[in-house]
């Protein structure tokens, strides 16, 4: 069972990794890729996201406030097209975002 943190997010815990479906958008895809194969190698199952159609804008703009970046509405956009396209398990998938200064 997932361990939930007093910010309400669930924490990804080792015990996660056999099950679940990690995601990641595609930034900088050779950075992506490496950390992809990266995961793979210790066991997790990480899918690097490539799609690039004009739904991902779309969801995007529909999810975000309006001062958000531009490269930050296309990954939110990408992992929310990824979580509604019915491919992962809603249960068993997470997803994994980078953070800059």
């Keep these: 069972m997932a361990k939930i943190n007093k910010e309400s997010r669930v924490v990804f815990t080792k015990q996660m990794k056999k099950d679940y479906t990690i995601l990641i958008p595609t930034m900088v895809e050779p950075h992506f890729g490496l950390l992809q194969k990266t995961f793979c190698l210790y066991g997790y199952d990480v899918r690097l996201l490539r799609t690039t159609n004009s739904n991902i804008v779309q969801e995007g703009l529909k999810s975000v406030h309006n001062d958000t970046c531009y490269p930050a509405l296309l990954v939110i956009g990408q992992l929310i ?15 994994m975002m980078s953070q800059t200064g």
């Design 81 to 95: 097209d990824a979580l509604k396209s019915g491919q992962y398990d809603m249960d068993k998938v997470a997803l």
